[in-house]
């Protein structure tokens, strides 16, 4: 099987390719740039190196949020064209579960990863290592940073935080959970398409033209649109209701 991952979620860019359990060549870039003009070049350059063609790849493997709302589109777009014109599967895997993926094997703790979703608030969920495999233990959700810290110190078992935005809320989690955070290599915060290729190269692929990104939170414009119109009824896009 050859795998090609993207991961444009977040500031965070990561495109690889993976032959079986093979990994062929990664490319990640944390620089706040234009994914949507970044994304292509670098796809084409690390296709060009492995001296791959497009017809050479099986599966797309692409990081489906949550994270950047424009950062998950471009990545999820780009996937789903590839897929579609190449007729070949596409799986979506959660950017979350993708940094958890990075968390050291330790049995018995935790991974969370989390994202900043400002204004106190984080993308984050629960994930730990059971028998060597990485286990999802809670949802992704959207939710308070410290409304979050106050449930993980109810947990039995030391807390690897995950991700570089974990430094803007390290407070909150440090008052919560004090000695059970375990400190890892700043290497370790930082998602990485060679584990999202692996976490997707063994998953039922989804259906390529419904296939949809994983925000977890309504885009601001939408949320205050929902606002002003309680009465909106449920069902169908809010813009088809303009």
Known sequence: MRILAIDTSNQLMSVALIDDARLIIERTVNVKRNHSIQLMPAIEEIMKEAEWRPKDLTRIVVAEGPGSYTGVRIGVTVAKTLAFSLDIDLVGVSSLEVLAGNGEQIEGT????????????????????????????????????????????????????????????????????????????????????????????NREPVNKHVFEPEYLKLAEAEQNWMEAHPDFEQGGGWIEKL
Not at 114 to 136: H, M, P, S, W
Request: hydrophobic share 35%; glycine share 10%; net charge neutral.
């Open 110 to 201: 935790y991974c969370v990863p989390l994202f900043d979703a400002r204004r106190g608030n984080i993308y984050t969920g629960l994930y730990q290592y059971q028998a060597g495999e990485l286990v999802q233990v809670e949802k992704d959700t959207h939710i308070a940073a410290e409304q979050w810290a106050n449930y993980l110190k109810g947990l039995d078992g030391k807390i690897q935080l995950l991700g570089e935005d974990r430094l803007k809320h390290l407070d909150v989690f440090k008052k919560a959970c004090g000695d059970e955070l375990i400190d890892l290599p700043s290497s370790r915060h930082y998602a990485r398409a060679s584990v999202l290729g692996e976490r997707g190269k």
